[in-house]
Each structure stands twice: as C-alpha cells, then as structure tokens.
C-alpha cells in the first residue's frame, strides 16, 4: 500500500510530520509518546475536527495517537469506540503495552476486520524478504498468531523478528488507519 499523509488533511499531515509522515516504527512494547508537540496538538483537538469525513473518526483519531506511542490517550479513545476499528486499535495497544492476554480479547471482539486480506498479503511479501525471522503468513490473517510473534520479537532486539515485527506492524497501522481515516465508500 502506498501510504501518503495528505490523503487526510492538512493538519494530520502537519501532525504526522513530527515524527516519520506514517512510517515510524512504533516499539513492539510500551515506548514513550514520540512528539511532545504531537501530543499538544492532538490534546487541543477533537476527532470530528481532525477527521470530518472519515468512516470512523474516533478510531482514527486513537491509531493518532497510538502512532505516537501515547498508549494512555490511544487506550482512552479506543476504549470508548464500540466498533470493530475501535476494538482493533484497542488489541494493538495492549499487544504493545506488552498485555498479549487482553490484546487476544480485543482482537476476539474484532472479528474478521476488512482490512485483513490486505494486511495478509503486505505480511506475507514482507515475511518473505526474511524467511529466517520465524514468521509465516497462511492465505488469511490471524491476529492471534502475530500477537506471539511479537511477543517472541521483542524479547529478542536486534534480530531479524524483530525487524519483521516492526515492518508488519508499520503495515498493520497504515492499513488501518487509512481504512478508518478515509470517508465510507459511497453506493452506488
């Protein structure tokens, strides 16, 4: 997928300028918010402002935050996002807190998310530029299965899991986001 922040807006794309445009790599376990100025700007602001055309603003507005690794603000929007985006960006940050228990229950409450397919297909071509990492992808994603990835990963830095943890997960983050950032297709 190719990821281009002005798809969202000028201020997200100002706002994700501080730190990497949408091509960080977030830890696999709790880091710290990564932008003090991203922090005060997505503080002062509300997902309705950032995301007015979006198919689900409020999870978008969390995958900001949990971008940042400002697991905290991440956890408090998602929490009060009673959809499967909101559940789905709620299992990433327990998967990154590193709480691999709750993120399996929140990624129960998922279910089979749209994105998946795709995320399948960017997983398994990024896997394989790395067949030692340990890492197989079947025909569909399994969430669960990536959660003890990356609980294996991050005990292991440096390695080449780790690396491949890191590249998927960027994958997984801008697949969602830009599902939910992105306004609903219209019918037709």
Request: aromatic residues 12%; charged residues 25%; hydrophobic residues 40%.
């Amino acid at each position: 997928m190719r990821f281009d922040p002005a798809d969202y807006g000028v201020e997200v794309e100002e706002i994700l300028a501080l730190d990497g445009r949408g091509t960080r790599l977030m830890p696999l376990a709790r880091g710290q918010c990564s932008s003090r100025e991203a922090w005060e700007r997505l503080s002062c602001t509300t997902p309705e402002r950032l995301f007015p055309k979006a198919r689900d603003a409020k999870a978008a507005f969390s995958g900001l935050w949990l971008y940042f690794s400002c697991l905290e603000e991440s956890h408090r929007v998602s929490q009060d996002t009673p959809s499967a985006n909101g559940s789905f960006w709620h299992g990433i940050m327990h998967r990154q807190e590193p709480d691999p228990g709750n993120s399996a229950y929140w990624f129960r409450r998922v279910g089979r998310h749209p994105i998946f397919p795709e995320l399948a297909r960017a997983a398994a071509m990024l896997a394989e530029a790395v067949p030692g990492a340990g890492f197989r992808v079947r025909s569909d994603w399994d969430p669960f299965a990536f959660i003890d990835f990356c609980e294996m990963a991050r005990r292991k830095p440096g390695s080449d899991a780790e690396k491949l943890a890191l590249e998927i997960q960027r994958a997984e983050w801008q697949l969602l986001f830009h599902y939910c950032a992105s306004p609903a297709p219209t019918g037709g």
